[in-house]
């Protein structure tokens, strides 16, 4: 089993950035990492996602070029730097492991169907 905490979450202004962890624990496994976000009244969607490897990304087109998405499996860590935040960007924002062979450390996907494990999220509201 393996379990993910997301953290960084918190109230901001429009314009301004937040950078979200999440850190996983238990077994160890090959993943390929993403985070989705669900707004209030809204079906829940994917923002971006990284490769186990840290060689393949993809982003959302709502957050690209705002957001970005990086790894540190020494540390168990994955994060998302948000900049530029607007309104729209409020929501919880989950992350999810995807566990994947050893051939595929480049595998990416943005179907939240793929992915096994999930965070309980963190509030981000961006908020003038």
């Known amino acids: 089993q393996v379990q993910l905490v997301e953290s960084g979450g918190g109230l901001v202004q429009p314009g301004d950035s937040l950078r979200l962890s999440c850190a996983a624990s238990g077994r160890t496994i090959t993943v390929d990492t993403g985070w989705f976000r669900q707004a209030p009244g809204k079906e829940r969607e994917f923002v971006a996602t990284i490769s186990w490897s840290g060689g393949t990304t993809l982003y959302a087109d709502s957050v690209k070029g705002r957001f970005t998405i990086s790894r540190d499996n020494a540390k168990n860590t994955v994060y998302l730097q948000m900049n530029t935040l607007k309104p729209e960007d409020t929501a919880v924002y989950y992350c999810?492991?995807?566990?994947?062979?050893?051939?595929?450390?480049?595998?990416?996907?943005?179907?939240?169907?793929?992915?096994?494990?999930w965070g309980q999220g963190t509030q981000v509201t961006v908020s003038s």
């Open positions: 999810a492991a995807d566990e994947v062979p050893s051939d595929k450390l480049d595998y990416v996907t943005r179907w939240s169907a793929e992915y096994d494990y």
